[in-house]
């Protein structure tokens, strides 16, 4: 059976089970891998992606619920402000194992769309969902408020 | 001349980060000297495919094509040993950073070994750069030398007139300048030298530097390759199905149901379980799911780890064997004017990297490829011939960016790679190649924990409230037991169940340091920082307690104890000093708290400042952290590594715990295994002590002063002291 919605901008019907999770749509099916596989319960964020804008945990969302609908993977960012997310993670050299950041980027990009001056609170709020075992916290919460300033320039 | 030098690294750079092939770069490879046909010749001479790369040792190989390419003995999982590895390198050969790119080395023990471990490849003990730097320096000063010597004869100048920057060698007199690409054909038929002259550290361009992590522009744009992105054609995926118990093994199993499920394709039974093969991770998810096994328990670990504790609680007060003796610490004890004691319950703890374990492998009749973020190749190569039934030298291995391991990709059974190896050779070793795929349960769930254990401690002070005594009980599993390592174990002594206990570097006239060795079916593994991760909290918490009874504030009370100890105190005092901890107390609710130690040869202190609500719940505002890791090689990943650190450490002492409940693992996923999470994580300030000295361990060490630091902070905050590992289980409401 075949599902199609937009991923990334394209219209991309997949075939396959309407009961898979979309993570694996994504990266089985579609073949997109920079989305990762963390925890398969919504606990850890390392699969997060943009649904309609909003940031969604693909591991626990069926194929068949974004039919029509607009999926965004880190393969897709466009965005200014994903722009100034991924160069400010690079600036202050974000990552270390790096397995979590597509995630984290993906929703920090989502905040900043929605929020061009997050506080610290914010942060905390939208990035809280979005584990990293290497613990790059301070500096994820540093490359997000770098990148509200370049963002906003 | 020298706009074509910028122009012509431009374009390197641009066809670096493609990753573009030879044809482009091949405009790039010309000495600048030349001009007209020579110019010519030199193009062809110098094109890939007509000149081999320049590979004077193991660890460098220079492309006429202008790449610097430095290959990586050690895995690349985070603490960024690719980048510093390659700093090393390139600073004693004088490359263009914007040139240097890193593989990982093959497995191969004769070329690649740690040399830490002697004859084994792998990475551990925070010892990458440490073992490797002279090494790599070596390397590059000798590729340095005969990239030199080769200009030299092609100029007729004295190689002491000619420099080197940035990957060009220059001669001043005569104006000339050729790129290393240019020379490789003729530096690759000199000999290597037998000796070499190493840099003068004041003339490090790279090492102390920012020189940008090789890896971290592929990690922000999802093109970063893990194990769980190989795809390969006709690749299949596997899960297994293994014991709930530890030592479980399988009695029988029905898989119609399971095969039943669209997509799978095979059931096939290994040693560590059932394996199900399909042909996606979600087929064989719920393959796996609709799989019946009746498992044979008889042989299983079926206690509960309360009980373990109990027992460990018993074992602490029976005779135990010596891991340090001074003095007599029962006799000083005894007779002091006032006596501490204190107990410490240390739980198991998953390693749960971010990445779940996984593993590639083809297997067929003679050859078995190995594809995963492999941390101890030459235990792998051997583990997986082994299961293979083929020799060590027909297994190769490709080491892939890891998702964070944290030790536990390092172990002397293989356990991921073995089963991955077994499946394939169950399948039917027909060069199908398989993925094996663990899930979050199957990591939270699957052993090789940090061990449990428990301490004793007892001080005492004489009428001047000085600490005269010192007796320390140590109760656990032991790590090396068992394994490759127990030969390392001298009289019946794990090093790693009592490193930063047995060699406290306080000044105690009677200490005694001892060790009881518990047996358990649960299989335990070191754990970032290893014995550390809990003698640390043990030795600091204790000696802060110490402190209190003595009416001394704890950070000059441990200065005057390390007054001998040069380093220790340097970093005490640095991170006191930054912390502000002589400005006074801090207001009511909040408490600062100090630990110290040292851990694979760096000296780590750290000031956390805690807030303590009136529900008692913990927050960490901030952590100061001192290091004196020798020479900085590079010294923001330096600072990232102890952030990290002190993030792995505050959430495995706030929150983690891997219980048992009749031998079950009571926990599951980042649900019920909690981990550190954004709002948890504290402000943290790093400072590194300037040092010549040669460069030591900065992956684990960061993680250790952390837990007793903030169980101090919370002491002063609330007057209640932490016994108990994690934090949630003791009662902290402030009086």
């Not at chain 1, 901008?9 to 997109?32: F, K, Y």
């Not at chain 2, 999470?677 to 010549?692: G, W």
Request: proline share 5%.
């Amino acid at each position: 059976m075949s599902t199609t919605f937009f991923l990334n901008g394209q219209s991309t019907a997949l075939d396959a089970d309407p009961n898979m999770p979309l993570l694996w749509a994504i990266r089985e099916v579609a073949g997109l891998h920079g989305t990762k596989f963390g925890c398969g319960m919504a606990m850890c964020g390392a699969c997060t992606v943009h649904l309609d804008g909003q940031p969604i945990r693909s591991c626990v969302m069926t194929l068949s619920s974004v039919a029509g609908r607009h999926i965004t993977t880190i393969e897709g960012l466009q965005s200014k402000q994903a722009k100034a997310v991924q160069a400010a993670w690079i600036d202050l050299q974000v990552p270390q194992c790096g397995y979590c950041q597509s995630g984290q980027i993906m929703a920090a990009t989502a905040l900043l769309e929605k929020n061009s001056a997050p506080s610290d609170a914010d942060i905390d709020g939208a990035m809280s969902g979005n584990i990293c075992r290497c613990a790059t916290y301070p500096r994820i919460r540093a490359a997000i408020h770098a990148a509200a300033q370049s963002a906003k320039a | 001349m020298s706009n074509d030098i910028a122009s012509a690294r431009k374009i390197e750079r641009r066809t670096f980060l493609k990753g573009a092939g030879a044809a482009t770069i091949t405009a790039l490879t010309i000495g600048f000297e030349l001009s007209g046909p020579r110019r010519a010749q030199a193009l062809a001479a110098a094109a890939p495919g007509n000149s081999p790369p320049f590979a004077p040792n193991a660890f460098v190989r220079i492309g006429a094509d202008n790449s610097i390419t430095i290959i990586a003995k050690h895995i690349e999982m985070g603490q960024g040993s690719y980048t510093g590895l390659a700093t090393i390198l390139a600073d004693e050969l004088d490359a263009d950073w914007a040139q240097v790119r890193v593989e990982s080395a093959p497995a191969d023990a004769t070329r690649y070994a740690n040399l830490v471990f002697g004859k084994l490849q792998g990475t551990g003990g925070s010892s990458s750069i440490a073992n490797s730097w002279p090494q790599l320096r070596d390397a590059g000063a000798k590729a340095r030398a005969m990239l030199l010597t080769a200009a030299a004869s092609e100029w007729h100048v004295p190689v002491g007139e000619l420099t080197v920057d940035k990957s060009v060698i220059s001669h001043a007199a005569s104006k000339r300048q050729a790129t290393f690409g240019s020379l490789v054909k003729k530096a690759a038929a000199l000999p290597v030298p037998d000796t070499v002259r190493l840099k003068d550290p004041k003339d490090f361009k790279l090492i102390g530097g920012r020189p940008p992590r090789v890896d971290v522009a592929a990690k922000c744009d999802g093109t970063a390759q893990f194990t769980i992105d190989v795809e390969m054609p006709g690749m299949l995926v596997a899960l297994l199905k293994r014991s709930p118990l530890f030592g479980g093994k399988v009695k029988s199993f029905d898989g119609a149901a399971a095969m039943q499920v669209p997509g799978v394709v095979k059931i096939v039974q290994v040693p560590g379980g059932v394996a199900v093969v399909a042909k996606s991770f979600w087929a064989a998810k719920q393959g796996r799911d609709a799989l019946k096994v009746d498992w044979d328990d008889s042989s299983a670990e079926k206690r509960s780890s309360a009980a373990m504790m109990d027992e460990y609680r018993r074992l602490a007060d029976q005779p135990a064997l010596p891991a340090r003796k001074e003095g007599d610490a029962k006799k000083a004890i005894g007779d002091a004017a006032r006596k501490i004691s204190a107990g410490y319950e240390f739980p198991y703890l998953a390693h749960a990297p971010m990445e779940p374990l996984a593993a590639v492998v083809k297997l067929d009749a003679k050859t078995c490829e190995i594809w995963t973020g492999d941390q101890f190749q030459t235990m792998d190569q051997m583990n997986a011939a082994h299961a293979a039934g083929l020799d060590p030298g027909q297994v190769s291995i490709h080491t892939l960016y890891a998702g964070g391991s944290f030790g536990r990709r390092a172990n002397t059974i293989s356990d991921y790679v073995v089963e991955a190896v077994s499946i394939a050779k169950a399948f039917g070793a027909d060069g199908t190649p398989i993925k094996l795929q663990w899930t979050r349960e199957d990591d939270i769930r699957g052993g090789l924990y940090r061990p449990m254990y428990f301490h004793k401690l007892e001080a005492g002070l004489n009428a001047q409230n000085e600490l005269v005594g010192w007796h320390h009980v140590i109760v656990g599993q032991s790590i090396m037991a068992g394994t490759i390592f127990a030969a390392g174990m001298k009289d019946g002594i794990d090093s790693t169940s009592v490193e930063g206990a047995a060699n406290i570097a306080y000044a105690i006239p009677n200490i005694a340091v001892d060790l009881s060795t518990a047996k358990a079916g649960v299989p335990v593994l070191w754990w970032r920082v290893v014995g550390s991760s809990h003698t640390t909290f043990a030795v600091e918490a204790f000696i802060d307690e110490v402190a209190h009874a003595a009416g001394a504030d704890p950070y000059t009370f441990r200065r005057k104890l390390l007054e001998h100890e040069p380093r220790m105190k340097a970093v005490l005092e640095l991170a006191a000093d930054k912390a502000g901890w002589t400005s006074g107390p801090l207001p009511k609710g909040r408490g600062r708290g100090i630990a110290v130690c040292e851990a694979f040869n760096s000296f780590v202190a750290q000031v956390a400042e805690v807030s303590v609500d009136d529900a008692g719940r913990v927050k960490v505002d901030r952590v100061v952290c001192a290091v004196d890791c020798g020479t900085a090689v590079n010294p923001d990943i330096i600072k990232a590594q102890m952030e990290g650190g002190i993030g792995f450490g505050l959430g495995a002492a706030l929150y983690g715990a891997i219980t048992l409940k009749d031998g079950r693992v009571e926990q599951s996923n980042f649900n019920d295994y909690r981990v550190l999470r954004m709002n948890e994580a504290p402000k943290v300030e790093v400072y590194i002590v300037p040092s010549t000295e040669k460069p030591t361990g900065v992956g684990e060490p960061g993680v250790a002063p952390v837990g007793p630091a903030v169980a101090n902070a919370v002491f002063a905050a609330t007057g209640k002291r932490v016994y108990a590992f994690p934090f949630v289980k003791n009662e902290i409401a402030r009086s």
